[in-house]
């Protein structure tokens, strides 16, 4: 997207100068960065051809980065953090999703050091990766490639690939791995 504007917008805002979108990718509205933060100089990165649609927000510091791959699918998720997220490509994010690098919300610390250091990433969510409806990632939470997390699980802890995680807390409950990757069996 070249315009600071969304044409189809009904809140009415621009979107931040820090925030990059790419090719064909589709932002349901400005209104995902009501909270918006951040200060680094690319607070957000979306890859080519991916969704973020409607009740998704982004609650970022002035420390944040957020990296979203290609090709995902943000289905009214809400990621909060000071740090640095990144989710791989093909990734799908369920509704009602929370990335949170802290237990329960509360103002980001100012860092005299924003804009010079690199935040240290707190959730890892890999390729291929499916995080279920209502499903909580923590910091700490790695989520591996082609792993599945279930809807509603709490995860704080790095999830192995092709892992299925369920339950709260989250454990490992069985594999995704059928003979290669679950969102794109039969392509090389």
């Known amino acids: 997207m070249n315009s600071l504007w969304l044409a189809h917008d009904w809140f009415g805002r621009s979107l931040p100068p820090n925030v990059i979108i790419g090719d064909r990718s589709w932002l349901h ?98 390729n291929d990766a499916w995080i279920g409806t209502r499903a909580v990632l923590l910091q700490g939470a790695c989520i591996g490639d082609g792993a599945i997390v279930g809807v509603g699980a709490v995860v704080d802890f790095e999830v192995p690939a092709h892992a299925i995680v369920a339950g709260n807390p989250a454990r490992i409950v069985g594999s995704s791995k059928i003979g290669g990757s679950h969102a794109r069996q039969g392509q090389s």
Do not use: K, W
């Open 29 to 126: 509205s400005t209104y995902v960065f009501l909270h918006y933060r951040s200060q680094r100089p690319c607070g957000l990165r979306v890859g080519n051809d991916t969704g973020i649609y409607i009740d998704s927000f982004f609650d970022l510091g002035p420390c944040s980065e957020v990296e979203i791959g290609d090709y995902c699918t943000i289905a009214g998720a809400i990621i909060a953090t000071n740090r640095r997220v990144t989710i791989g490509n093909f990734a799908l994010i369920s509704r009602e999703v929370t990335i949170a690098d802290t237990f329960a919300a509360m103002p980001a610390r100012m860092s005299e050091d924003y804009r010079s250091t690199v935040p240290p990433t707190s959730i890892e969510i890999g």
